[in-house]
């Protein structure tokens, strides 16, 4: 069992940064790869970012590419999310989820936190 809570999440001007954290409990933080979604009022939820396991492998949305960067720290058994470059049509709820089977290309994740709000004001 993996329990994840996100933080850093706010109002930001476009063009602005935000950076996301999401801490995991338990040991197993390591062995799971992780990832960041995001649903905007309305919407289907939409891939963001993932990272494998040792933090070498990401993958990212397209609409992200270039602006956002995820990153991990093992010894934190935390994840991050450096968004830069926001625009308006980065609001939305942002979640953390986990996955033991380690597949940075899967979109379907065994564990998800409680999600931030991340608001772009243009």
């Known amino acids: 069992q993996v329990q994840l809570v996100e933080s850093g999440g706010g109002l930001v001007q476009a063009g602005g940064s935000l950076r996301l954290s999401c801490a995991a409990s338990?040991?197993?933080?390591?062995?799971?790869?992780m990832g960041w979604f995001r649903q905007a009022p309305g919407k289907e939820r939409e891939f963001v970012a993932a990272?494998?396991?040792?933090?070498?492998?990401?993958n990212y949305g397209d609409s992200v590419k270039g602006r956002f960067t995820i990153s991990r720290d093992n010894a934190k058994n935390t994840v991050y999310l450096q968004m830069n470059s926001l625009k308006a049509e980065d609001t939305a709820v942002y979640y953390c989820a986990a996955d033991p089977r380690g597949d940075i290309y899967s979109k379907d994740y065994v564990y998800w936190g409680q999600g931030t709000q991340v608001t772009v004001s243009s």
């Open positions: 990272i494998s396991r040792s933090g070498v492998l990401t």
């Open positions: 338990g040991r197993t933080f390591s062995s799971h790869s």
